[in-house]
């Protein structure tokens, strides 16, 4: 059975049409991302789908003026690509976004005059180019690799080789006339039509996929960022906490290391809540949040853990460390005092302390067996610094037996 004839212009054309398709389809499935290089990429598909079609049409328009429309924009939409994964990458505009959107506008003056009056040597040129850009947008990639969640980056890097590849060959010297000369009608000449024709399509497909693959992976990190917040103060959670505790404990319990928690408590929070109102208690919460936040160093893991409480964990540590550690946030949340409306609202919180060493021996006890009993311990002496007064923290019984 004769394999159907198909020549460039139709593999081109069909590109085209392609690129104008998966343009529309990628801007309905992404409308809920506006702010993310959607426009961008979105554009990018109809200028390269319109640039392939003008290249189709080389042989119908007068050949040299089309083909260097379509080379134009061909050039236009590598480069809306790139500017569109730098908005995706929440980047600044700045030197290299300038230097993006000037190189389709460049190149082609700059293959002119290196080429002036020889047609052949302006398209090796041209395609070279679009090598050049290809090589930028993967260097957006490549630097930005460890910033994107997931592996459509790895996607967009098997597309933008792909096309390269398939530029590559019209870009050396040796290359026919154009792009445009007739494949020969033979069984050889015949079946590199039709891989030209699945490389470019294939390319398009891959560019759509690995945006959306990123768009996607960056939705499921935000959402499991979200079950792992708590919606008011933006500290880790209860559940996010443990997570970490689990993650961690091995390697404390090997190294037995000394584990300990600080449990704070709002002091009258419940009077605020009473008298001016829950709006105003939801900001007391969030300004205590802030202030522990900022006063807390990286490896001192922080959480709300529900209601007026807010918990620490000092992954290691000694009883005079953990001490100091409580009265500086204690004297923290006492001196930076609540602006509301204008006035001054000092905040003070009651925390107990508790700490623990982990032994080798403890290298089998989970989680569950090993942290409800220390909360309960610092629970306690928290309302022992409650019953004293208020505005200051209590040790344990446990951890003074220790110390």
């Not at 212009?9 to 104008?20: H, V, Y």
């Not at 290359?175 to 007739?182: D, E, I, K």
């Not at 949340?333 to 302390?353: F, K, N, Y």
């Not at 623990?356 to 989680?367: E, F, G, H, I, V």
Request: glycine letters at 6%.
């Amino acid at each position: 059975m004769p394999i159907p004839m198909l020549n460039p212009e139709t593999a081109f054309a069909m590109t085209g049409l392609s690129g104008w398709s998966l343009g529309g389809l990628l801007w309905v499935v992404t409308r809920s991302f506006p702010r993310q290089g959607v426009r961008w990429i979105t554009a990018s598909m109809g200028v390269v789908g319109t640039g392939y079609l003008l290249i189709a049409l080389s042989d119908t328009f007068p050949t040299e003026p089309t083909l260097r429309t379509a080379y134009a924009l061909v050039g236009v939409a590598s480069s809306l690509a790139s500017l569109g994964l730098r908005r995706f990458l929440m980047r600044k505009w700045d030197a290299w976004d300038l230097l993006l959107a000037l190189t389709p506008l460049v190149f082609p003056v700059l293959w002119t005059v290196l080429s002036w009056g020889d047609f052949v040597r302006w398209s090796q040129l041209s395609n070279a180019g679009f090598v050049v850009q290809i090589a930028m947008l993967c260097t957006v990639v490549v630097h930005a690799r460890k910033e994107i969640v997931g592996n459509g980056w790895k996607v967009m890097l098997l597309g933008a080789a792909i096309q390269a590849m398939t530029v590559l060959p019209f870009a050396m010297p040796s290359s026919p006339p154009g792009t445009m000369s007739p494949i020969p009608q033979s069984m050889a000449g015949q079946i590199t039509a039709w891989a030209l024709c699945a490389t470019m399509f294939l390319n398009l497909q891959l560019s759509v996929l690995s945006y959306l693959m990123l768009l996607q992976d960056r939705r499921s990190a935000a959402e499991r960022v979200a079950a792992e917040l708590d919606a008011l103060t933006r500290l880790p959670n209860r559940r996010s906490l443990e997570r970490q505790l689990l993650r961690l404990l091995p390697a404390l319990q090997r190294e037995g290391m000394t584990l300990g928690v600080i449990l704070l408590d709002i002091d009258h929070f419940k009077r605020v809540n009473d008298t001016q109102g829950h709006d105003i208690g939801d900001l007391v919460l969030q300004h205590v949040a802030s202030v522990l936040r900022q006063h807390l160093r990286q490896e001192e893991l922080l959480a709300r853990y529900g209601g007026e409480e807010f918990v620490i964990v000092l992954t290691r540590t000694s009883l005079p460390s953990a001490s100091k550690v409580a009265e500086r946030l204690l004297h923290a949340v006492r001196e930076t005092p609540l602006q509301v409306e204008g006035l001054a609202m000092q905040v003070t919180v009651s925390a107990g302390l508790h700490v623990q060493p982990l032994k080798n021996t403890d290298a089998a006890s989970p989680l569950n067996e090993l942290w409800p009993p220390m909360l309960r311990e610092a629970d306690q002496a928290m309302y022992e610094a409650k019953r004293a007064g208020r505005d200051r923290f209590a040790v344990s019984a446990a951890s003074n037996a220790v110390a």
